[in-house]
């Protein structure tokens, strides 16, 4: 059985890690670690090598998708979750059966210029998206097929 190339959206504050900093990591090339919700692990945990990633700034002024991304490495465990003195360390997880994981990441292009927020709203294509729902917080979630080339084809 042939798997189909799952697409997805991941959020990261730009003050924090931006699409500028994965295009200069070591080979393009990031661990996503720190995710602290169960869904966004579980959504991490579905991801498959070639998978292709919609890269959000968060929390920017505007918010907006500005790149692409790829799946190169599985869920693995996140270390952050055993070091004590990392903010994203998590007392109740055991190296034993450890409770949160992340992906590998590789730059694949940023887009001619970001497609915001309420940009993307107005797109009647993307009104049932799960980034433009009410009350959505999720940091990982996925992107349909025809959702994910409706946002290639604004760029």
């Known amino acids: 059985m042939t798997q189909t190339r799952k697409y997805w959206l991941m959020k990261s504050e730009p003050s924090a890690f931006s699409i500028d900093d994965l295009m200069n990591a070591p080979a393009r090339t990031t661990c996503w670690d720190g995710v602290r919700n169960y869904q966004a692990r579980n959504f991490m945990r579905d991801m498959a090598i070639g998978d292709q990633v919609l890269f959000y700034h968060s929390n920017a002024d505007p918010p907006a ?5 790829e799946i190169v490495k599985t869920a693995y465990p996140d270390p952050t979750q055993f070091d004590k003195k990392d ?4 007392p109740q997880s055991e190296r ?10 590789r730059h694949v292009r940023r887009f001619s210029r970001p497609l915001t927020l309420d940009q993307l709203r107005r ?3 993307l009104k049932k998206m799960v980034l433009l729902r009410k009350g959505s917080r999720l940091s990982v979630q996925p992107v349909s097929p025809k959702e994910w080339e409706h946002i290639l084809s604004l760029d």
């Open 96 to 105: 034993s059966s450890p409770r949160w994981d992340m992906v590998d990441i």
């Open 87 to 90: 903010t994203h360390y998590d």
């Open 65 to 69: 998708v500005v790149g692409i991304a």
């Open 123 to 125: 797109e009647t294509k």
